[in-house]
């Protein structure tokens, strides 16, 4: 390992029974940097980003960490909204992991301002928005200036506004010296905190972009159906690319998501108009 290397993946697998979700990875996330992990649903992302902040073990190969003090913060794709106000959930989560009362009020003020969040706005976190928790969510990563934020999803289902807010909260983390690993299925925001990209297919992992990686094979489907099964569909299947034509949504699906995409497009009343395989991403 070398000296600005924070935590390397070296042949990683995960089986869950039988199944095998993540084969022979091998990965390294360095001081400082950005990246963006990208993949369809059920692909493994959660599952490797859970193995690198520790939180589960694979089944064979080695998690090695820089030092034994490096510190990692987690957030999964949501949080709940709790009767407290984000003071009082940070002081309590604060606590938990061992900060000083003293630190650990200075460090709540300074994360509230960094992540643009004014306490005093809300009497408690029942009512704030999904992007506010978010910023909650990644303000208990924070606690303790991590050496890595692992995020999980951290833009799902956040406004546009909410996104602006995240990114540069993330962006000022970032500036501080924290590294970031993050799930992200949205292409153009994983441009902006960009610095590496992974995708996982079959279990593997691979790096570079759709263009460069030259994906081998990949379907054009034209269907019909309601805007609750689009709504699914796209849900369940972030990589896929759509738009909407005059006789109903055009898909362009990557090979190993297409069973799966027209099993649940037919299982939901989805009538398909034209379908064409292509051998190379044009």
């Given at each position: 390992m070398?000296s600005?290397?924070?935590?390397?993946?070296?042949n990683?697998?995960?089986?869950?029974?039988?199944r095998?979700v993540?084969?022979?990875?091998?990965?390294?996330i360095?001081?400082?940097e950005?990246i963006?992990?990208r993949?369809?649903?059920?692909?493994?992302?959660?599952t490797?980003?859970?193995?690198?902040?520790?939180?589960?073990?694979?089944?064979?190969?080695?998690?090695?960490?820089?030092?034994?003090?490096?510190?990692i913060g987690?957030?999964?794709?949501?949080?709940?909204?709790?009767?407290?106000?984000?003071?009082?959930y940070?002081?309590?989560?604060?606590?938990?992991?061992?900060?000083?009362?003293?630190?650990?009020?200075?460090?709540?003020k300074?994360?509230?301002?960094?992540?643009n969040?004014?306490?005093?706005?809300?009497?408690?976190?029942?009512?704030y928005?999904?992007?506010m928790l978010?910023k909650?969510?990644l303000?208990?990563?924070?606690?303790?200036?991590?050496?890595?934020?692992?995020?999980?999803?951290?833009?799902?289902?956040?406004?546009?506004?909410s996104?602006?807010?995240?990114l540069t909260?993330?962006?000022?983390?970032?500036?501080?010296?924290t590294?970031?690993?993050?799930?992200?299925?949205?292409?153009l925001?994983?441009?902006?905190?960009i610095?590496?990209?992974?995708?996982i297919?079959?279990?593997?992992l691979?790096e570079?972009?759709?263009?460069s990686?030259k994906?081998?094979a990949?379907?054009?489907?034209e269907?019909?159906f309601?805007?609750?099964?689009?709504?699914?569909?796209?849900?369940?299947?972030?990589?896929v690319?759509?738009?909407?034509?005059?006789?109903?949504?055009?898909?362009?699906?990557?090979?190993?998501?297409?069973r799966?995409?027209v099993?649940?497009l037919?299982?939901?009343?989805?009538?398909?108009?034209?379908l064409?395989?292509?051998?190379?991403l044009?």
């Amino acid at each position: 390992m070398n000296s600005d290397s924070l935590v390397t993946l070296n042949n990683i697998t995960k089986q869950y029974d039988k199944r095998t979700v993540l084969s022979s990875i091998s990965m390294t996330i360095n001081q400082g940097e950005s990246i963006i992990l990208r993949g369809s649903n059920g692909s493994g992302k959660s599952t490797l980003l859970k193995i690198f902040a520790g939180l589960i073990n694979p089944t064979s190969g080695e998690r090695e960490l820089r030092n034994s003090k490096l510190i990692i913060g987690y957030t999964p794709d949501r949080m709940s909204k709790l009767k407290m106000t984000s003071t009082e959930y940070l002081t309590h989560m604060g606590k938990i992991a061992g900060i000083s009362n003293k630190q650990l009020d200075l460090r709540i003020k300074e994360l509230h301002e960094l992540f643009n969040l004014e306490p005093i706005k809300s009497p408690n976190m029942l009512h704030y928005s999904k992007g506010m928790l978010q910023k909650v969510n990644l303000m208990q990563a924070s606690l303790k200036v991590p050496d890595l934020l692992v995020l999980d999803e951290p833009f799902s289902g956040l406004d546009t506004e909410s996104i602006e807010h995240l990114l540069t909260s993330l962006k000022n983390l970032r500036g501080q010296g924290t590294a970031i690993l993050a799930a992200v299925h949205d292409p153009l925001l994983a441009k902006q905190l960009i610095s590496r990209t992974f995708w996982i297919r079959q279990g593997r992992l691979l790096e570079g972009t759709e263009q460069s990686l030259k994906f081998t094979a990949f379907y054009e489907l034209e269907c019909q159906f309601n805007q609750r099964v689009h709504f699914e569909l796209t849900t369940s299947f972030p990589e896929v690319i759509w738009t909407l034509e005059d006789k109903g949504y055009r898909y362009t699906i990557f090979e190993e998501d297409y069973r799966d995409f027209v099993l649940m497009l037919l299982n939901n009343g989805g009538v398909i108009i034209y379908l064409r395989r292509r051998d190379a991403l044009s």
